[in-house]
């Protein structure tokens, strides 16, 4: 009891750590593999696009977009989607508005909503840039791997999302 009749707040004990699994030999050339090469992946594909006047950032807007009914998404969603904080999504879209390929819109449902909408420019922008697009995803990945590898990497990566969204 404290001084003024009241009981103080107990402090939990700290929660010992678990021991430190370090990893094995072949895990670690996984993971090192895995790290070595997504930036250099990521680089290849950006660099591969550039010619088109889009980043990835910008293609995937574009394909969200496109997938959406009446190509149109809630700002809201759309961030989600791309996993961009609400100040991120617009500074990824203020170039695409600029360009005139996105509108934000005041939603037709409830005007307090923006929506994204691809525009007809837009579209024809992503039809310019996906063959370019294909062309670097067949040359980086598709095209080094068989179909038991396309099938594993398929797995593995739909494994891994799963237990990040989870």
Avoid: C
């Avoid at 010992?16 to 094995?24: A, G």
């Avoid at 591969?48 to 889009?54: C, E, I, Y």
């Amino acid at each position: 009891m404290t001084a003024a009749g009241m009981h103080s707040p107990t402090v939990a004990d700290p929660i010992e750590p678990s021991p430190t699994r370090w990893l094995d030999d072949r895990e670690m050339s996984a993971w090192l593999t895995y790290i070595e090469t997504q930036g250099d992946l990521m680089s290849a594909l950006e660099r591969d696009l550039a010619a088109t006047g889009l980043t990835l950032g910008d293609y995937q807007v574009f394909v969200y977009l496109t997938r959406a009914e009446d190509e149109s998404m809630r700002m809201g969603d759309l961030a989600d989607q791309l996993q961009l904080s609400p100040s991120g999504l617009t500074r990824r879209l203020d170039g695409l508005v600029d360009a005139g390929w996105v509108e934000r819109r005041s939603s037709d449902e409830d005007r307090r909503v923006m929506n994204a909408v691809l525009t007809d420019a837009g579209r024809r922008q992503l039809e310019l840039a996906a063959p370019a697009h294909v062309e670097s995803v067949r040359k980086w990945i598709i095209d080094l791997l068989d179909g038991d590898e396309l099938d594993a990497m398929a797995r593995i990566f739909g494994k891994i999302r799963a237990a990040l969204d989870s």
